[in-house]
């Protein structure tokens, strides 16, 4: 628990954290929501996100006979998660969760006592394909012909919701059998339109890489469905995914070659995306990156003044280097380039996760893989030497690619930095104080002094 703040503003924050498992009342709360026994020792936190002084989202997993039961719960500072089940937006979202999972059932409780609005899996606040994505009804009707298979052949569907995020979105994955074979998909559930310029984007990257046959690619997307504002991308089959292979690397000489390689790979690919033809991309230069570090550090000195004076002057630092440096040219990127957005297929690179497609610095997706690999370092202490090793595998890839501004590639490397521990703070991980600390102990000006490197 000491890795949650005590929030003057949200006096139950720590009660959403016991020491093990997940809160009593939430547990009470999943069992009338599912209608089967759970117990409260069961429960563990998969996600958090974490508004000092206004809200907290949390999303627990209990154990099922099928699949995980999932609750989400959000605790407000005000009101407004009483006001927020009376909307009629609200009511309609719960409408159609009954809709396509039982007229009878319900999928939330509001608990005034403790501020706390609880749904369970797949209702959502703002989510409104969830529940047909969930559905495998709607896969079969209206999915499957969106992807070009017959709903007639069909024998056997499977699903599986990956990666949710309450409020904000969820990946699931699908595989559907026909007496030919299996065919898989990924499907992302957006909140929002931006599925559709997601779409669009990442096939014109997609189609770029296969016309330039560069060694390595992304998931196809096949289908955007804008009712459910659900992108669907083609499943890339026999891939490996790298952060697994890290997992494994310690105890099979494989994994350990296979992940070595991919390190490799992924550092002579950084920075090609600059030759991809992308229309409308936004523009993110430094100054940019900067403020919208601003943003996610807004109000963390409610609760946690020394990080929040940490934080701030960090980012006064890096303020002074872009004001000093020479600016790089603004080329596609990634964004959110590092290690868990990547897959290995035989010899070729997949890379994951395009959401974040903008204009910036050509040092840009490089230094912010290089410094998450930082934190990851300072995160995992049994992995630093691993880790080490993958970052010196990186760098000669990265030698062997694009000429960049070693200047600019620190700038972006501390930037990352900074980043990963307000991230770390904001989804009150319990390792986020030592992210903190190497803040507070000078890693972005040594990380800046180092510019004559990697």
Known sequence: MEHVPADPSL???????????????VARAAEELFQEPVDERDGKPVYARYWPGRRCVVLWSFPGADAPRLVSGTLFSDGRGARTVERSAFRRLLQSAQDRHGPDRSFHRFLPDHRVLLMAFPLDGRLRGLPAADSKEW??????????????????????????????RCVFRYRVHR????????????????????????????????????????PRPVSYLPEEKIVVFEELCDAE???????????????????????????????????????DLPRVPPHAVLASLRKRAENIERVEPEFAFTVERELDRLGAEVERREPEPLVPAHAAYRHDQLLLRGNRLAVLD????????????????????????????????????????????????????????????????????????????SKWRSAAAALDEGLVEATLGCAGSP
Request: hydrophobic fraction near 40%; charged fraction near 30%; charge should be positive.
């Open 179 to 218: 007496p030919e074979g299996a065919s898989g998909f990924f499907a992302k559930v957006f909140r929002d339109d931006r599925g559709a310029v997601l779409f669009d984007r990442a096939l014109a990257v997609h189609r770029h890489l296969a016309a330039a046959d560069r060694g390595w690619d992304t």
């Open 139 to 168: 896969i079969r009707s209206v999915l499957c012909p969106a992807v070009g298979l017959e709903p007639a052949s069909i024998t056997r569907i499977e699903h599986q919701a990956l990666n949710f995020k309450p409020w904000r």
């Open 11 to 25: 006096h139950g924050l720590r009660e959403l954290f016991p020491s093990e498992g997940a809160p009593g009342f």
């Open 241 to 279: 995914e790298v952060s697994d292979l890290l997992h494994d690397a310690g105890r099979e000489s494989r994994a350990r070659d296979r992940l070595i390689d991919g390190f490799e790979r992924a550092g002579s690919v950084a920075g090609e995306l600059r030759e991809a033809k992308l229309e």
């Open 354 to 429: 395009l959401d974040g497609l903008c204009l910036s610095g050509t040092s840009a997706d490089a230094g912010h893989f290089l410094g998450f690999l930082d934190m990851a370092r300072i995160r995992r202490p049994r992995k630093r030497d691993l880790l080490a090793v993958c970052e010196d595998a990186f760098v000669r890839g990265l030698r062997s690619g694009n000429d960049r501004s070693l200047e600019w590639l620190s700038w972006y490397r501390a930037a990352a930095q900074i980043k990963k521990a307000v991230r770390s703070f904001l989804s009150l991980d």
